[in-house]
């Protein structure tokens, strides 16, 4: 049974940061591209990062490129997402993805809320 639990969300001021984790179990963790995934209060997803299954190559959206990073543990079964020089714009569900190769994204955490206010 495939599942994946995100951590780290949580109020912040705009500028700070927070790291985001995704533990994931029920399948070969190293094996398959990851991807996180936002959506914000009354909008549609917006695919925020990916990350290959070797970690080397990752990639953003233009509106976080800079200030996020996208890593993995693969001994550890883990995503993570480094979200740093926050903005209100950035408040939102924040999932962590698992990519099944041939048909897109296939299974979703329920997600870690990031809010940025002051």
């Known amino acids: 049974q495939v599942q994946l639990v995100e951590s780290g969300g949580g109020l912040v001021q705009p500028g700070g940061s927070l790291t985001l984790s995704c533990v994931t179990s029920?399948?070969?963790?190293?094996?398959?591209?990851m991807h996180w995934v936002r959506q914000a209060a009354g909008k549609g997803f917006q695919w925020v990062s990916g990350?290959?299954?070797?970690?080397?190559?990752?990639y953003y959206t233009d509106a976080v490129k800079g200030r996020f990073t996208i890593s993995r543990d693969n001994a550890k079964n883990t995503l993570y997402l480094q979200v740093n020089s926050l903005n209100s714009e950035d408040t939102a569900h924040y999932y962590c993805?698992?990519?099944?190769?041939?048909?897109?994204?296939?299974?979703w955490g329920k997600g870690t809320l990031v809010t940025v206010s002051s």
């Open positions: 029920g399948f070969t963790f190293s094996t398959y591209s």
């Open positions: 990350i290959t299954r070797g970690g080397e190559r990752t």
């Open positions: 993805v698992k990519d099944s190769t041939y048909y897109g994204m296939d299974y």
